[in-house]
């Protein structure tokens, strides 16, 4: 069995489900385990949000997901279990759009895994989201994978964190 679950989940078939990711990241070698949680939200850009729909080219989202938990798997220098799910299809307020879960033997490596996922998850993977407003109107985003200039920033953010902690725990 591998230590990276990754899915694309069609939540006409099935919701996306937290549960899963801490039971598949639950393991005795492990004292530390992070989660991200992203839910669909009522408002965005100062406009009321009914809901997204998220679109995923499958293939590719998943290859990408395996590429990063590999890079986390990296970052991190150690064991990690880490599941990354991210829905597909027409999302209400509330529901989950896309859970992570990183377990480590310790806190600071499963919070940088959890991290490193999540933001490249929101950068890399081919994911197209529109929002539904309150007023009948809908827009694509332009997504975070465009944004070039704010992945170089959280890679040296990331990188700091990495030389300002300095010990190993």
Aim: one cysteine or more; hydrophobic letters at 40%; a negative charge.
């Amino acid at each position: 069995m591998t230590d990276i679950y990754t899915a694309v989940v069609d939540i006409a078939h099935a919701p996306l489900n937290p549960a899963a990711a801490l039971e598949f990241v639950s393991d005795p070698r492990f004292g530390g385990i992070a989660t991200f949680i992203g839910r669909v939200r009522q408002h965005n850009h100062g406009r009321v949000v009914t809901g997204i729909t998220y679109d995923l080219f499958d293939p590719l989202a998943l290859r990408i997901f395996q590429e990063i938990g590999e890079r986390a798997r990296a970052e991190v220098g150690g064991p990690l279990k880490l599941y990354i799910a991210h829905a597909k299809g027409s999302l209400r307020i509330g529901d989950f759009a896309v859970v992570i879960a990183a377990a480590t033997p310790h806190r600071d490596e499963a919070f940088r895994a959890c991290r490193l996922a999540i933001e490249a998850v929101k950068h890399e993977a081919p994911i197209w989201k529109q929002e539904h407003y309150v007023d009948g109107d809908s827009a694509w985003s332009e997504g975070c994978s465009l944004c070039e200039e704010h992945r170089e920033a959280e890679l040296a953010a990331a990188q700091q964190s990495k030389q300002t902690h300095g010990h190993g725990h």
